[in-house]
């Protein structure tokens, strides 16, 4: 991959990336040049402005102590006493002011032991992990300051360890998941050196708190270039070691007739290729669709997996509950687990039922996890395009419909509450779903005549 960078791209970029936030960086940055310091933007902004890509967030590194950035900015917090770090907040946004440091060694794989504060940022630069993510820009006449080679490596796409790669690894073992991800997200190649040292230290990785492999996972799945970033975290290793469910995929055959691409994890890294800005549920919802797969697989007259759909939802809240995913994403997923097969009855299901499958909660996915499912495997989508008709035809006040009557109604005409009560609510918005009822009175008058000799009985 060749990338030319000039000064276009960084324009190009400004377009995108909100001005005000720009601004308000700079703003940041000139207060600290007033008082005589340093500053630089620094890190995933230089590198994203270069590539002509949306900076999300602007960090600044300066000489400044952080006692000094605190006395600049009142209400500044400090973050990170023992690391420099202060957040900074200018008009609408939180910047994030860095002083200058060099670091010992790292005893527990995530921290370093011992930080000097320095006033050279070559220093500050060598400790970093990447040189794509060490370069430094100037806030006003944005000329970039290389100082360990990063600018040839973004032109080249290549991600590069800073100095020798299995100490930047051992270091901080997350750094093997983040090489993974700036791969994947910018499509580069990992440097041969830095690659040999992600596939010594997999192992390590198990070192990492859940939550932080969690959001390498999440941001691998969602920012772009999902498919490749589970490539290289098979071939390096990492998969094994985080996800082994998902590398049992590996190998799993399909019945051709209707998964002609080949076996689960091919059909997983496909539908993977295709998302498009997901959110997290879906893309996880995606990843996990058919991890019930493995453990159901049998031959028969054909390859089957009875019952993967109940063994996919018990091993997809492991997953997830090991990597401490919250009660709702948890919830969402596998909802989309659960329901995945139900489309492929869409066209034969009866009015209430099709009615109540298109108001579950954000359907939107449960419609796009289907329509990657199709594509890459049969490639129809007539049950997707019939499916997507009827929730454009149907009003929500059709699909989602308010009550007609309430439990309270039932007691006041006769019924004892009880279990009953709740099959005969759902009989009558069944009735109501199918359009054979409207009416608070045509609601009564159908129980009764439907369970009537029950409130008789008590």
């Known amino acids: 991959m060749k990338l030319v960078l000039t000064q276009d791209t960084i324009l190009r970029s400004r377009q995108v990336e909100q001005s005000d936030h720009l601004a308000a960086a700079r703003a940041v940055a000139g207060r600290l040049r007033v008082e005589n310091h340093q500053a630089f933007f620094v890190g995933g902004c230089v590198r994203d402005l270069l590539l002509g890509r949306p900076a999300k967030d602007f960090d600044i590194v300066t000489d400044a102590r952080p006692s000094m950035v605190t006395s600049l900015f009142p209400g500044a917090n400090l973050v990170g006493a023992h690391f420099g770090v202060v957040l900074v907040r200018s008009g609408d946004f939180t910047i994030e002011v860095a002083t200058y440091r060099s670091e010992g060694a790292y005893s527990d794989g995530r921290h370093p032991d011992q930080v000097v504060f320095e006033t050279d940022p070559a220093k500050d630069v060598l400790r970093r992990d990447f040189t794509i993510n060490a370069l430094l820009m100037d806030p006003f006449t944005e000329e970039v300051i290389d100082l360990i080679g990063g600018r040839a490596d973004l032109e080249n796409g290549i991600i590069r360890a800073i100095g020798q790669p299995e100490r930047r690894f051992e270091e901080d073992h997350l750094r093997l998941l983040r090489a993974v991800r700036f791969a994947a997200r910018l499509g580069f190649s990992i440097e041969s050196s830095t690659l040999a040292a992600i596939h010594a230290l997999p192992p390590q990785i198990r070192t990492i708190s859940v939550e932080r492999i969690r959001e390498e996972l999440v941001r691998i799945l969602t920012e772009g270039g999902a498919r490749r970033g589970f490539e290289l975290l098979d071939s390096t290793g990492l998969l094994h070691e985080i996800l082994p469910e998902i590398e049992r995929m590996k190998g799993v055959e399909q019945p051709p007739e209707f998964h002609p691409e080949g076996d689960v994890w091919v059909h997983t890294l496909m539908m993977l290729e295709g998302l498009k800005d997901p959110t997290p549920e879906l893309a996880l919802g995606v990843l996990l669709h058919d991890i019930g797969k493995p453990p159901t697989f049998r031959i028969a007259d054909r390859i089957r997996f009875d019952g993967h759909v109940e063994a996919g939802v018990v091993i997809a809240r492991e997953i997830l509950s090991r990597l401490r995913f919250s009660s709702d994403t948890i919830e969402q997923v596998l909802q989309l ?77 006769g019924f004892v509450p009880g279990p009953s009560m709740k099959q005969i609510l759902i009989a009558v918005e069944d009735a109501q779903l199918e359009g054979v009822i409207q009416s608070k009175e045509e609601a009564l008058e159908l129980v009764l005549s439907r369970f009537g000799q029950a409130r008789l009985l008590h």
Do not use: Y
């Open 337 to 413: 687990v659960d329901n995945h097969m139900r489309f492929g009855h869409a066209q034969k299901m009866k009015t209430s039922t099709l009615k109540r499958f298109l108001r579950m909660d954000r359907f939107h996915e449960h419609l796009e996890l289907h329509r990657l499912d199709c594509l890459n495997s049969s490639g129809q989508l007539g049950t997707w395009e019939f499916v997507k008709e009827k929730l454009e035809e149907l009003p929500t006040e059709q699909i989602r419909p308010p009550r007609l009557i309430t439990g309270d109604d039932l007691i006041t005409a």
